[in-house]
């Protein structure tokens, strides 16, 4: 980046990118979470993927959720 007047060089994104198989593998096997891409300076740097697992609420022997 120039600082002197804060214009941003021109990026030239690659044809495809191998991140973005990362990312369609990661969407792919996840059920519930998120993934998460990081860029600096305009370019992918790393790819994190959070899956959450859920559990059904607890219900009690007249099947009235529990407190």
Known sequence: MNT???ERPPVT???EADWLDVVRRN??????????IIVHEGRVTQIESL????????RDDNGAPQK
């Open 4 to 6: 002197k007047t804060n």
């Open 13 to 15: 994104p690659p044809p």
């Open 51 to 58: 899956e959450k697992t859920r559990f059904p609420a607890s």
């Open 27 to 36: 969407v792919t096997g996840l059920r519930f979470g998120s993934v998460q």
